[in-house]
């Protein structure tokens, strides 16, 4: 028999590390022994400390030009800044015509003057006494244009900072400042300047901004110190006045809401230790895409042993049915649940399918208790949502408690899926997700089980009614984010809610409180996570998006919730089969890591 380990029975399954010809060659293993490894030595750390202490803003410059090698490497190191989403909007002008150069000196001297005059006395003098003949002295100016004809939205990272392009900008020019301290040049910052007028004396088209006007050439001064220090304009603050930890503080700040529940997100070393611990696999790191990013977050939250779960199936039926705003009869909603009790729904079936196992609650169905299932029922009346409560406070308090403790008893199983019933719950979960989000209902109502565009206006007339109903209630202009905590949440889930809903964001909670993962299904079965967030944020780091749903309001609710789903199949199914679906991918992924081989850097 050969020596090679590979084929001795229960040897060490190890390889290589495959170590790639481009890129990052170092290994998880080695970053994790050595952290700091990626450091410069310390000289040439205590030279940068050096240049960054030294950098000044130059006023006075020497006539002799500036070689073309220097001035490329000056341009260079701001072309290798940092840009949001690497768009380098940055453009740079360098200015070496004289005439150029005196107009903008012009335009300086009028910005200084009129800046001059909204100020007091005393500090209108000090601004002018400022030196500004850099303009006319300095052999050269740099222009750093930044190009912002590309719309936000196209680059990453802008869409929800606009201003992060100029941004980068800035960070360029400090790239280039720094450049020229340490080959002895000047540079001076100068934006005493018209915006509009500048860009005009350069030509610059229509969504081409400048940053000002940088002087470069070799300095007449060598200040030991910033001059507007020198000029008691200001003083460098103490680093202690500037640096804050965690938030601004305010005496009046609110308290974050209460929450009883023992939750927090996986710690930040278990999250590192999940990544290196795929990292090691005998594949390329993320080689499974979304899904690695999945089982990283499982492994940290505990589960890298799980072989199992559970599909958590609740139904519930909703007096806003009889509006017609769904195309099958409310029986149906029995007639499910009763197949779920029996092992035979398209949900339980899934769930089987994928080595689940099931538990059914009947939160609500129409027609006394549903038989052999487990029975979580409102006591009080349930109303129709656009005239009245979809459910008594009181009703919603207990379903939550009643869930949290199911979802506390089924966390043994492993994996938690979710899944719902319910004759006309798009409806409810339509109006819910504009509650929570701030959606219209134009743009949350959706189709749902084959309705019409008939049924489609009636639902939208419905949730319209509902929401005003529900905002007629509330402070005017609160934010949807007011919507958190046990109160706000509950109170929300009684004027708009379901029994089903309220029920799986109990079971939400109490899972993740006993740390067990849970997977989301299409709409209705997404909201439980998002509710359970907003009562406590730390719940998000146990959520998968198990799939992507038909319906448009869905979209939303996962991105309010930050999850990408593993799924996309225009599904229209409920029940939990899209969780099902994929629980079952995530229990093979995390077979597959078991069983794989690892790699070593022996």
Request: glycine residues 12%.
């Amino acid at each position: 028999m050969s020596d090679d380990t590979r084929e001795r029975p229960g040897a060490p399954m190890t390889w290589p590390r495959p170590v790639p010809t481009v890129g990052d060659t170092t290994s998880a293993r080695t970053r994790r022994d050595d952290p700091a490894g990626w450091g410069f030595p310390e000289a040439d750390v205590d030279a940068l400390t050096r240049i960054i202490d030294a950098r000044r803003d130059i006023r006075r410059y020497r006539p002799d030009p500036v070689p073309a090698a220097l001035v490329e490497r000056v341009v260079t190191a701001g072309h290798h800044g940092p840009s949001v989403g690497h768009s380098q909007p940055w453009r740079f002008i360098v200015v070496g015509d004289p005439g150029i150069r005196d107009r903008a000196a012009a335009m300086a001297d009028r910005g200084r003057v009129r800046q001059a005059a909204g100020m007091t006395e005393d500090r209108a003098a000090r601004l002018l006494d400022l030196k500004l003949e850099g303009l006319r002295e300095a052999p050269l100016g740099i222009v750093v244009a930044c190009d912002r004809r590309v719309p936000a939205d196209g680059v990453l990272g802008r869409a929800t900072f606009p201003d992060a392009d100029m941004w980068s900008c800035a960070a360029a020019i400090e790239n280039m400042w720094l450049t020229s301290r340490a080959l002895g040049l000047g540079m001076g910052w100068v934006t005493l300047f018209e915006p509009a007028e500048l860009a005009g004396l350069l030509g610059l088209p229509e969504g081409v901004e400048t940053l000002g006007w940088l002087c470069l050439g070799w300095p007449d001064e060598r200040p030991p110190s910033p001059g507007l220090e020198r000029a008691a304009w200001s003083r460098r603050l103490p680093v202690e006045d500037v640096l804050l930890h965690d938030h601004w503080p305010h005496a009046d700040q609110p308290a974050r809401p209460a929450s009883h529940l023992k939750v927090t997100a996986p710690a930040a070393d278990r999250m590192v230790e999940a990544t290196d611990g795929s990292d090691e696999l005998l594949s390329p790191p993320e080689s499974l895409g979304l899904l690695d990013r999945v089982l990283n977050r499982i492994t940290a939250i505990g589960g890298a042993a799980l072989d199992s779960g559970i599909l958590v199936l609740a139904g519930a039926d909703h007096p806003v049915a009889a509006y017609g705003v769904s195309a099958f009869p409310s029986s149906a909603g029995r007639d499910v649940v009763e197949a779920a009790a029996a092992g035979r729904s398209v949900g339980v079936a899934a769930a089987t399918s994928a080595g689940l196992a099931h538990l059914v609650i009947d939160a609500g169905i129409d027609g006394g208790p549903v038989p052999g299932v487990r029975h979580v029922l409102p006591s009080g009346p349930r109303g129709d949502l656009a005239g009245s409560d979809a459910l008594g406070r009181a009703d919603v308090d207990r379903m939550l408690e009643a869930g949290r403790e199911i979802g506390r008893e089924v966390a043994r199983h492993g994996l938690v899926a979710i899944g719902e019933v319910g004759i006309g719950n798009t409806t409810v979960a339509a109006a819910l997700t504009c509650a929570l989000t701030g959606l219209e209902p134009g743009q949350a109502v959706g189709l749902g089980s084959g309705a019409d565009a008939a049924m489609l206006a009636r639902k939208q007339r419905v949730v319209e009614a509902a929401l005003a109903r529900w905002r007629a209630g509330t402070p005017a202009e609160a934010p949807t984010e007011s919507v958190s905590g046990h109160n706000g949440v509950s109170e929300l889930l009684a004027v708009l809610g379901g029994g089903e809903i309220a029920v799986l964001t109990g079971v939400v909670l109490g899972a993740v409180e006993a740390g067990s993962p849970v997977v989301l299904d299409g709409l209705a079965g997404s909201l439980p996570g998002l509710c359970a967030a907003r009562i406590e944020p730390a719940v998000q780091a146990y959520l998968v998006a198990g799939q992507v749903s038909r319906e448009r309001a869905h979209r939303v609710v996962l991105d309010e919730l930050g999850l990408e789903p593993l799924l996309a199949l225009r599904m229209r199914a409920g029940e939990g089969v899209g969780a099902c679906l994929a629980a079952s991918m995530i229990l093979q992924g995390l077979s597959v890591r078991r069983l794989a081989a690892r790699t070593s850097d022996a």
